[in-house]
């Protein structure tokens, strides 16, 4: 009787421990909230934009202070980042888009930089993946992505840089910069190209954290613009809070004044003003801005 039971135990404890053992081995390096902004908001010119900017992280700096999770905060939201970015994909039928993949490229000041991520509902599919870089000094990173109200996406990416003449046309260009879109199947000859052949023009300011406690969080609000378009209003706006910590190593009183504080920031007065409630993500804008594009 006693070996019956012991037979039936030990294949759930091995797929306990096996599980475990999976979760384990990519932890979640930081955890990232996220609330789109209205675009409006941010219309103008770049002293406009900034006093916009300016206005925002005031009334979101009252917020946290005086009446949401009552902790201090440092800094303010200043241009840190000015950039480019553009996504690649197989035109008709964005074969990296449908199996869960974006191809990213950034340049900032002359140098070029791609991310490959891999986004899923599911951690354990996610930290699953394959995202080796073949360029030395490539960085990889598991996060977790909250959007409102509060629902998490599980994101694994790799960024590396490459050079100013390298190609981005064909399939095989991200195959070969990631060598494990090889077990993925994928024509190495289709053609890939801007998905919409949208170039985006991006602008992150930052340098604003709040003390959540053993952790500090970092904001960012990003505003993105077709600058073949209009130069004065956005496509998409973004504030963003995350923090980090390579170890997993996230208090519960971090995790419970964030989700107030992600809480608060939809629904109090002072900054709901600021949101929208039928904006796209970043990424999703980028694939719809032409709905032709992906078919």
């Given amino acids: 009787m006693n070996n019956i039971i012991v037979n039936k135990i030990m294949p759930v404890a091995m797929l306990c421990v096996s599980m475990n053992a999976l979760a384990s081995n990519v932890d979640i390096g930081s955890r990232e909230y996220k609330i789109l902004l209205n675009t409006s908001s941010f219309t103008g010119d770049q ?7 300016d206005e925002y992280w005031d009334a979101l700096k009252e917020l946290i202070e005086d009446n949401s999770i009552e902790r201090n905060t440092s800094g303010s939201l200043s241009l840190n980042k000015s950039r480019t970015v553009s996504f690649y994909d197989v035109k008709g ?4 888009s449908h199996a869960g993949y974006s191809f990213r490229e950034r340049i900032e000041e002359g140098d070029r930089e791609v991310t490959l991520k891999f986004r899923s ?3 354990f599919i996610a930290g699953g993946k394959d995202l080796t870089g073949t360029k030395s000094g490539a960085k990889t990173k598991f996060e977790e992505d909250i ?10 990416s790799t960024k590396q840089e490459i050079e100013d003449d390298k190609n981005l046309n064909k399939m095989d260009d991200p ?3 990631y060598s494990g879109l090889e077990d993925e199947d994928f024509d190495e000859d289709l053609p890939i190209e801007k998905v919409g052949n949208l170039t985006v023009n991006e602008y992150v300011y930052e340098d604003a954290t709040v003390d959540l406690g053993s952790l500090d969080a970092e904001f960012s609000l990003t505003l993105w613009y ?8 956005p496509i998409v706006a973004e504030i963003s809070f995350k ?4 170890n997993e190593d996230y208090s519960n009183k971090v995790l419970t004044r964030a989700k107030q504080l992600f809480t608060d920031m939809q629904e109090d ?3 709901t003003s600021f949101n929208s409630e039928d904006s796209l993500s970043k990424t999703a804008t980028v694939y719809q801005y032409d709905s032709s594009f992906c078919n």
């Fill in 47 to 53: 002293s406009s934009r900034e006093n916009k900017v």
């Fill in 93 to 96: 039928s964005c074969d990296l």
């Fill in 121 to 123: 509902a599911d951690q």
């Fill in 147 to 156: 959007s409102a109200p509060f629902v998490s996406i599980y994101s694994f």
């Fill in 175 to 177: 195959i070969g910069l």
């Fill in 226 to 233: 077709d600058e073949s378009q209009s130069t004065t209003k």
């Fill in 243 to 246: 923090y980090e910590d390579d």
């Fill in 269 to 271: 007065s002072a900054v």
